[in-house]
């Protein structure tokens, strides 16, 4: 199975901060990557699919980018709404596989 | 635009089995492929595995296997999830999930907890 590594972990940042999460694959994934928002007690919600493009209805301060194994997911001028997890998902293979989860937390 | 409705909260014993539900609305079902994802209390997303519209076939997460089934009933546009010989570390929130073309998972269920409590 891919397996997706995220980094970092936790994420301490300010309103207004520009955040950068680096999603990495322990194998070629091409640009079949997605990004998801998730708030305590919700479902996911996909901000960006194809590794860099924005979910309809998704704001444009989130942006992707990356191909083959490194990722990454920025959020320009945050805003208390963007304090959230982050997961990258692969759906490369028939088997999906979610990063571990980058948690952005208000400094 | 495709809904995903799931069915309530359940409580089971440890070795016990439970069939999770997911009523599809808006789409044919026989035309979607619905995934099952899982998030245990604090942790993170857990990919368990999808029932292929195109030929029926289901695709299982390899720590899974022998435990979980995947079935649909498309005379009722509704998929289900069972898990068995349920463990403690089974306890998690239950989602179903639909991809778009090329997407990642574009629409969501609203979630089912499962709790494995003696």
């Known amino acids: 199975d891919i397996q997706m590594t995220q980094s970092p972990s936790t994420l301490s940042a300010s309103v207004g901060d520009s955040v950068t999460i680096t999603c990495r694959a322990s194998?070629?994934?091409?640009?079949?990557l997605a990004w998801y928002q998730q708030k305590p007690g919700k479902a996911p919600n996909l901000l960006i699919y194809?590794?860099?493009t924005l979910e309809s209805g998704v704001s444009s301060r989130f942006s992707g980018s990356g191909s083959g194994t490194e990722f990454t997911l920025t959020i320009s001028s945050l805003q208390p709404d963007d304090f959230a997890t982050y997961y990258c998902?692969?759906?490369?293979?028939?088997?999906?596989?979610f990063g571990q989860g980058t948690k952005v937390e208000i400094k | 635009q495709v809904q995903l409705v799931q069915s309530g909260a359940e409580v089971k014993k440890p070795g016990a089995s439970v069939k999770v539900s997911c009523k599809v609305s808006?789409?044919?079902?026989?035309?979607?492929?619905i995934h099952w994802v899982r998030q245990a209390p604090g942790k993170g997303l857990e990919w368990m595995g999808v029932?292929?519209?195109?030929?029926?076939?289901?695709i299982y997460a390899q720590k899974l296997e022998g435990r979980v089934i995947m079935t649909e009933d498309t005379s009722i546009d509704t998929a289900y999830l069972e898990l068995s010989s349920l463990r403690s570390e089974d306890t998690a929130v239950y989602y179903c999930?639909?991809?778009?073309?090329?997407?990642?998972?574009?629409?969501w269920g609203q979630g089912t907890l499962v709790t494995v409590s003696s």
């Open positions: 808006g789409y044919s079902l026989s035309d979607l492929s």
């Open positions: 194809k590794a860099s």
């Open positions: 194998q070629s994934i091409g640009n079949w």
């Open positions: 998902q692969q759906y490369n293979s028939y088997s999906r596989t």
């Open positions: 029932f292929d519209a195109e030929n029926g076939d289901t």
């Open positions: 999930a639909t991809e778009g073309l090329h997407t990642g998972f574009e629409n």
